[in-house]
């Protein structure tokens, strides 16, 4: 079966805890840590509600290209537990081909716990757990037959499925949002695969981790703070390490993207109350993809769609609940 969309990385099960009692603290002198959120230490913290759901990275971008009508499919691995097993029916429940799905033996499924606090942010404590049990062999790429590849974040050897999954560059475009993994253990490699992808996807906090990391940049800049809070700069320093296209996501302040030629804006969307910002990254990601395909590489349609996935996700709980239906934008094709 050819895919418009096959998308590599991890699969959990989600559990969000709602709480009012964290301190958010300003730590702006420190420009990759600036927010904090505190509890008292030692104290018993209440919290007003707790929901599960299913996240990770590949699932949830998955499952929003199969709500907009695309066929997707899904590269992960799970446990051989039943974690595992709600994780794959909620796949194949919502169209997503599951053939491609490791389940090791032994080990069990991954579990993200995730607390909302103020302003409705988050922090995730991620167990990765089987998904650092995936592997890309080449014949497992040389079979596929799809349009898009679209990496999420990694663990386990990801070096080595990542140079796998880079040799098929030819074969694919490569959509990128690395993980947490990724960029904090090497960055280095994330700049010198760039290169190689045709889309790549972080928010302002990540992207600036990238450009920190790059001494060669950075030794030319006596002000980094003010070179680095202007967004077309991080945009044309990540955009010269090599994708065709990069957008870089800002929270209330929308997204902002550049193709090498124009500079892009994308507003947020107001479209529905806020719940949390659980998988907005996936959600932006996965629809300004499918937005490609649907605008015939219109950019900033693209990013609209982006936004609308992203309104949508966040109004309702979790990182799949709210994606948007293929029915919810038919009016905009």
């Not at 008292?40 to 929003?64: D, L, P, R």
Request: charged share 25%.
């Amino acid at each position: 079966m050819k895919h418009d969309i096959i998308t590599i990385g991890g699969a959990v099960e989600d559990i969000t805890f709602h709480t009012t009692e964290g301190v958010l603290i300003d730590n702006h002198q420190d420009i990759l840590r600036k927010r904090l959120l505190a509890f008292e230490y030692g104290a018993k913290i209440k919290v007003s509600s707790v929901h599960a759901t299913f996240g990770g990275g590949a699932a949830n971008v998955a499952v929003a290209a199969a709500r907009l009508g695309l066929k997707s499919a899904c590269v992960c691995a799970v446990g051989d537990d039943e974690r595992g097993g709600k994780i794959i029916a909620n796949l194949k429940n919502e169209g997503v081909d599951t053939d491609f799905i490791q389940v090791i033996k032994g080990e069990e499924s991954g579990l993200s716990f995730l607390i909302v606090g103020p302003e409705d942010e988050h922090i995730i404590f991620s167990h990765r757990a089987a998904n650092a049990k995936l592997t890309i062999p080449e014949n497992l790429l040389a079979d596929l037959d799809g349009e898009w590849l679209y990496l999420t974040s990694l663990s386990g050897e990801w070096r080595k499925n990542l140079k796998t999954v880079f040799a098929y560059g030819d074969k694919f475009k490569i959509a990128w949002n690395p993980g947490n993994v990724q960029l904090s253990e090497d960055q280095g490699f994330i700049r010198q695969n760039l290169s190689r992808v045709k889309f790549f996807d972080v928010n302002e906090d990540e992207a600036t981790e990238l450009v920190v990391a790059d001494k060669k940049i950075m030794s030319l800049r006596r002000e980094n703070a003010k070179f680095l809070s202007n967004i077309h700069n991080l945009l044309t320093a990540v955009k010269n390490y090599g994708p065709e296209i990069a957008v870089i996501t800002r929270g209330k302040k929308g997204a902002d993207g550049y193709d090498g030629d124009k500079f892009y804006h994308a507003n947020i969307r107001h479209e529905g109350k806020r719940v949390n910002t659980t998988g907005v990254g996936d959600a932006f990601g996965s629809a300004f993809v499918c937005g490609l395909k649907f605008f015939s590489g219109d950019i900033i349609k693209a990013m609209d769609l982006g936004m609308r996935n992203t309104a949508s996700v966040i109004s309702q709980q979790g990182a799949q609940n709210g994606l948007l239906k293929f029915v919810d934008i038919k009016n905009l094709l």
